[in-house]
């Protein structure tokens, strides 16, 4: 995906053969893929790869230019090589959002001429007390790894400190840090195929077309899914002051999504909202969303460390603090899966 928005690179038809493991597949309706190939551009001195001259130069001009490894992409002696190959045997499952968003903030304050600027608007994401930040980062980092945060620091330190955030890289501005991005990071998913399989939908097909297509569709899904899993998007992570607003509700009257294919979020109603109430997302999944009382808030209290008392909570007070037979029996498991499904993409 694009190193700055992270559209999508690859064309539907492209993203598709890879998930199936198939050269040969092709798509109909290529023209309803919206990928512009002859638009990409690279740095010219590390080669990382961006879907447009603008975004190319957007991250050149607030962070990239601190962030460029140039001919030292593939060197592993290098500072921020060495900072990701950390994280990625830190943390589970192996990728590097976490670390390298919180580059981001520091690489932007140190190209930015307003320097107080930037620190003011990373303030404005909740700070959380001594005792709330050891434990996000204990459940970022998991509990075989709890006495590595300091490594991480000191690695942190080498590759990228400065001495207008000289705070962001002593013990406890870095646990701040961490739990800031732990607690407000938003993932991001993107998807070539996904657009286009909206773009088919929204065709206009004499009805024996449509059937075929839309079973074409079904099919693939499932194939994609015997062969990559459910994990198909290209995934990320941001900062979004306003969405990170919203409080949690178990019965939200708004959501989030990325229907452009790009970081731009959108925040939809799913219901009609009255002047001044308060608009909630939910922090959960569909399925988690249909947990019992019990189940949810342990979800909750585990990975954003509160217990909810949204309507449906208090509706189910008097319920007891018990899971179902199907949730006991993958409890350990499944708690695992929902935490690196949240805060992978932190």
Same mark, same amino acid.
């Given at each position: 995906?694009?190193?700055? $928005?992270?559209?999508?690179?690859?064309?539907?038809?492209?993203?598709?053969?890879?998930?199936?493991?198939?050269?040969?597949?092709?798509?109909?309706?290529?023209e309803? $893929?919206?990928?512009?190939?002859?638009?990409?551009?690279?740095?010219?001195?590390?080669q990382?790869?961006?879907?447009?001259?603008?975004?190319?130069?957007?991250?050149?001009?607030?962070?990239?230019?601190?962030?460029?490894?140039?001919?030292?992409?593939?060197?592993?002696?290098?500072?921020?090589?060495?900072?990701?190959?950390?994280?990625?045997?830190?943390?589970?499952?192996?990728?590097?959002?976490?670390i390298?968003?919180?580059?981001?903030?520091?690489?932007?304050?140190?190209?930015?001429?307003?320097k107080e600027?930037?620190?003011?608007?990373?303030?404005?994401?909740?700070?959380?007390?001594?005792?709330?930040?050891?434990?996000?980062?204990h459940?970022?980092?998991?509990?075989?790894?709890?006495?590595?945060?300091?490594?991480?620091?000191l690695?942190?330190?080498?590759?990228?400190?400065?001495?207008?955030?000289?705070?962001?890289?002593?013990?406890?501005g870095f646990?701040?840090l961490?739990?800031l991005?732990?607690?407000?990071g938003?993932?991001?998913?993107?998807?070539?195929?996904?657009?286009w399989?909206?773009?088919?939908?929204?065709?206009d097909?004499?009805?024996l077309?449509?059937?075929?297509?839309?079973?074409?569709?079904?099919?693939?899904?499932?194939?994609?899914?015997?062969?990559?899993?459910?994990?198909?998007? $290209?995934?990320?992570?941001?900062?979004?002051?306003?969405?990170?607003?919203?409080?949690?509700?178990?019965?939200?009257?708004a959501?989030?999504s990325?229907?452009?294919?790009?970081?731009?979020?959108?925040?939809?109603?799913?219901?009609?909202?009255?002047?001044?109430?308060?608009?909630?997302?939910?922090?959960?999944?569909?399925?988690?969303?249909?947990?019992?009382?019990?189940?949810?808030?342990?979800?909750?209290?585990?990975?954003?460390?509160?217990?909810?008392?949204?309507?449906?909570?208090?509706?189910?007070?008097?319920?007891?603090?018990?899971?179902?037979?199907e949730?006991?029996?993958?409890?350990?498991?499944?708690?695992?899966?929902?935490?690196?499904?949240?805060?992978?993409?932190?």
């Amino acid at each position: 995906a694009c190193d700055h $928005c992270l559209r999508a690179l690859e064309t539907a038809e492209e993203n598709a053969q890879r998930l199936l493991g198939k050269s040969s597949l092709v798509l109909p309706h290529p023209e309803q $893929c919206s990928i512009r190939k002859d638009l990409h551009q690279q740095c010219p001195r590390c080669q990382v790869t961006y879907c447009s001259a603008e975004c190319r130069q957007a991250a050149l001009e607030q962070y990239h230019q601190v962030l460029c490894l140039g001919p030292s992409r593939d060197d592993p002696t290098h500072p921020l090589n060495k900072l990701q190959e950390a994280w990625r045997n830190m943390h589970y499952p192996p990728e590097t959002s976490s670390i390298m968003l919180m580059a981001r903030m520091v690489a932007t304050v140190k190209q930015a001429k307003d320097k107080e600027w930037w620190i003011k608007a990373f303030s404005q994401f909740c700070s959380k007390t001594a005792n709330e930040e050891e434990e996000v980062v204990h459940k970022l980092l998991g509990d075989k790894f709890k006495g590595q945060l300091e490594l991480l620091r000191l690695l942190f330190t080498e590759a990228l400190y400065d001495e207008h955030l000289s705070r962001w890289f002593t013990p406890e501005g870095f646990r701040s840090l961490f739990a800031l991005v732990g607690t407000n990071g938003q993932g991001i998913g993107t998807s070539s195929l996904s657009q286009w399989v909206h773009a088919c939908d929204a065709l206009d097909l004499p009805m024996l077309q449509r059937e075929e297509l839309d079973a074409f569709i079904d099919q693939l899904y499932k194939d994609i899914e015997k062969e990559s899993g459910e994990f198909l998007n $290209c995934e990320g992570s941001g900062l979004y002051v306003l969405q990170s607003c919203c409080n949690h509700s178990c019965i939200p009257n708004a959501e989030t999504s990325f229907p452009e294919n790009n970081f731009l979020l959108h925040l939809t109603a799913l219901e009609d909202i009255e002047a001044g109430e308060e608009i909630c997302i939910s922090y959960l999944d569909c399925c988690q969303r249909e947990r019992s009382r019990h189940s949810r808030n342990k979800i909750l209290r585990e990975n954003y460390l509160f217990t909810c008392s949204c309507p449906k909570c208090l509706a189910q007070a008097d319920d007891a603090d018990v899971t179902s037979d199907e949730e006991e029996e993958g409890e350990g498991e499944t708690d695992d899966a929902e935490l690196e499904d949240e805060m992978t993409d932190v």
